[in-house]
Nanobody, 116 residues
Framework: QVQLVESGGGLVQPGGSLRLSCAAS????????MGWYRQAPGNQREWVAS???????NYADSVKGRFTISRDNAKNTEYLQMNSLKPEDTAIYYC??????????WGQGTQVTVSS
């Protein structure tokens, strides 16, 4: 059994910052790509960013230059540093991890609200 537990969401004013964390635990043999999606009310789930085991990163155009994804392979944990937040970043953020032996697993989601 593998679990992904997210933390770090909350309410922030426009222009502010938040840092999300996602820790994988359980019977983990190895993790390939890790990343984040988000889903705003009434919208489809949208891919945000991903990071490979070697640290290569990719970002959606909507967050490029504002968000930074990183991971600590020793801790099976990934992070999403979100700066210059905008109201349109408001969504539930879901982390995922592509596990060697189990495929993709998802976190439970954490709410990010950007509002004054």
């Amino acid at each position: 059994q593998v679990q992904l537990v997210e933390s770090g969401g909350g309410l922030v004013q426009p222009g502010g910052s938040l840092r999300l964390s996602c820790a994988a635990s359980g019977s983990i043999l190895g993790i390939n790509t890790m990343g984040w999606y988000r889903q705003a009310p009434g919208n489809q789930r949208e891919w945000v960013a991903s990071v490979t085991t070697g640290g290569s990163t990719n970002y959606a155009d909507s967050v490029k230059g504002r968000f930074t994804i990183s991971r600590d392979n020793a801790k099976n944990t990934e992070y999403l540093q979100m700066n210059s937040l905008k109201p349109e970043d408001t969504a539930i953020y879901y982390c995922y991890a592509n596990l060697w032996h189990l495929g993709v697993r998802w976190g439970q989601g954490t709410q990010v609200t950007v509002s004054s």
